[in-house]
Structure formats: C-alpha cells, structure tokens
C-alpha cells in the first residue's frame, strides 16, 4: 500500500545545531507539504513543492529550507535550530489539483517531534 | 490579517445526537475548503472537500456546508458515535497559501 513517512519521529537537538528532518512518499503525488503544529495556532504551512526542483515558501518559512530531487521525497532542513522551532512536524502529500495551486486531499506522515534545548 | 476560527470550546454531544462544528475566516476568499480529523498523536485525515460554487457536500454521516457571503463553513456529524470524537480541523485554500484553524474537539458521550 501507498503511504508516506516521516523519520526521526522524535528527536532532541540542541541551539545552533542544523538538524534535517525526512519525508518519502509512495503516492507518486507531485505536490508535497511541510507543516508546523503547536498549541494555540494549528497548523502552519512551512514550505511546499508542486513537483521536482519546485520550492515554494509557505506561512512560517524563516529558519527552514526544503529541496525536491525527487517525486518521492522533501527533506525539511533547520539550518540553525532555535528554540522556537521545537514543535510537532508534519508532512504530507497531494495529488495536483485541476489547477497547480488547487491542493486536493493531503496525505499525512505521521509527525515528527522536535525539541530544541 | 488573515483568520480563521473553529468552536474555541471543546464540544461534547450524547451519542446518537447530531454535532456541528463551525469555521469562520475573514480576509480570504477561498477558492475551496478542507475537513480534517485528528486523533491524538497522529496526522491529520481528510474528510471532505467544498468548493467555493458549492452549497454542500455530504459523505455518509458527514455534511459540509460553504456560505461564501457568511465566510463559514460548518460541518455536521448526524448519528454521532463515540468513534467520532476527535479534533476536526477546517482549512481553507486560497491563492497559492493553504491555511488551517486551530481546531475544534468533538467528544460524544456514550
């Protein structure tokens, strides 16, 4: 079966440290998504891809960079962890919709917990 | 700026009653509209989608409505179970963004 996965689901870093958090899909879906989830404001759009070589920045991308090599895979890098960037992570995966910013049913990994000491 | 709103208040419902969870927004106009459900410690699953020329949209047990003159959706659950409760999550696409509420949690009481 088709699903999408995200490793580490826990990790703990420290300040100033650059940690990359994956995500692989087996949907062959084009658009692929990075989301923040923190109490009190939902989840926030980080950065999003509508294909391969494409990046786009969402709500809350300061501190945050993704690339897209591939269909299957968007690997989240915090280029120097602060803080406030300890959250739950989430990503997920689309289909393209029938215009290339139209998001159908999101596919979500199963998180992944960031502290940041 | 940009808003969207869920029932702030946790929600409970007796079992076998119909619950109806609301999203407002301002400052959008949203092309579509998302449901989510959450469970704890888990990602978020997809429920339903309405389009901004839609009026409503049902699923089994679920129905969603879209008022783009109110900017609400709300979204009901008729037949409740205790199986439904959970957080449910409305978003909303609009340009090239996509935004989620907070959430709402639904508890059914058996």
């Known amino acids: 079966d088709a699903e999408i996965t995200q490793s580490p689901r826990h990790k703990i870093t420290e300040t100033g440290r650059q940690v990359t958090l994956a995500c692989h899909q087996t949907?062959?879906?084009?658009?692929m998504f990075w989301y923040r989830q923190d109490l009190g404001h939902g989840l926030r759009l980080i950065h999003y891809?509508?294909?391969?070589?494409?990046?786009n920045k969402g709500e809350v991308s300061d501190g945050y960079s993704v690339s897209r090599s591939n269909t299957e895979d968007l690997p989240l890098t915090l280029e120097s962890a602060a803080s406030s960037q300890t959250s739950v992570y989430f990503c997920?995966?689309?289909?393209?919709?029938?215009?290339?910013?139209?998001?159908?049913?999101?596919?979500f990994g199963p998180g992944t917990r960031l502290t940041v000491l | 700026s940009q808003k969207i709103e869920q029932n702030s208040e946790a929600l409970n419902i007796q079992e076998g009653k119909t619950a109806t969870l609301t999203c407002n927004y301002t400052?959008?106009?949203?092309?579509?509209l998302q449901w989510y459900r959450q469970d704890p410690g888990r990602g978020p699953v997809f429920l339903l989608l309405?389009?901004?020329?839609?009026k409503e949209k049902r699923k089994e047990r679920l129905k969603v409505t879209f008022d783009t003159t109110l900017k609400q959706s709300l979204f009901h659950i008729t037949a409740s179970q205790p199986a439904d409760s959970a957080t449910y999550l409305c978003?909303?696409?609009?340009?090239?963004?996509?935004?989620f509420g907070t959430g709402t949690s639904l508890t059914v009481i058996p």
């Open positions: 997920a995966s689309s289909e393209q919709g029938a215009w290339v910013s139209e998001i159908n049913e999101q596919f």
């Open positions: 949907w062959n879906h084009n658009n």
């Open positions: 891809s509508y294909g391969v070589q494409d990046t």
């Open positions: 400052n959008y106009s949203p092309a579509y």
């Open positions: 309405i389009r901004e020329n839609e």
């Open positions: 978003a909303l696409g609009a340009g090239n963004q996509f935004y």
